[in-house]
């Protein structure tokens, strides 16, 4: 099992930056990809980027590049989301995802709300 639990939301104004932090414990040496995905009422949930754990490489869903980065800790038990240049759009409650394989999370956190005025 590994435990995920997000932190960082909150409310800004477009234009603005936040930061969300994810803390995974537990077997998290069995993680291929920790990733963040976001979701809005009344819509499916939404891929938003990815890091592989092993070596560092990233992939972002096309409406977030150049504004958000994802990285992470040496000793892998952080994963980060930096936002900068928020829209109101990005409005959504982000969740954080561990995979075992390629494209398979299994693992989820419990959600942090963004919030982002226009």
Do not use: H
Request: hydrophobic share 35%; charged share 15%.
């Amino acid at each position: 099992q590994v435990q995920l639990v997000e932190s960082g939301g909150g409310l800004v104004q477009a234009g603005g930056s936040l930061r969300l932090s994810c803390a995974a414990s537990g077997r998290t040496f069995s993680v291929y990809a920790m990733g963040w995905f976001r979701q809005t009422p009344g819509k499916e949930r939404e891929f938003v980027a990815t890091i592989n754990w092993s070596n560092g490489s990233t992939n972002y869903v096309r409406s977030v590049k150049g504004r958000f980065t994802i990285s992470r800790d040496n000793a892998k038990t952080m994963v980060y989301l930096q936002m900068n240049n928020l829209k109101p759009e990005d409005t959504a409650v982000y969740y954080c995802a561990a995979a075992r394989g390629p494209g398979t999370y299994e693992y989820w956190g419990q959600g942090t709300r963004v919030t982002v005025s226009s």
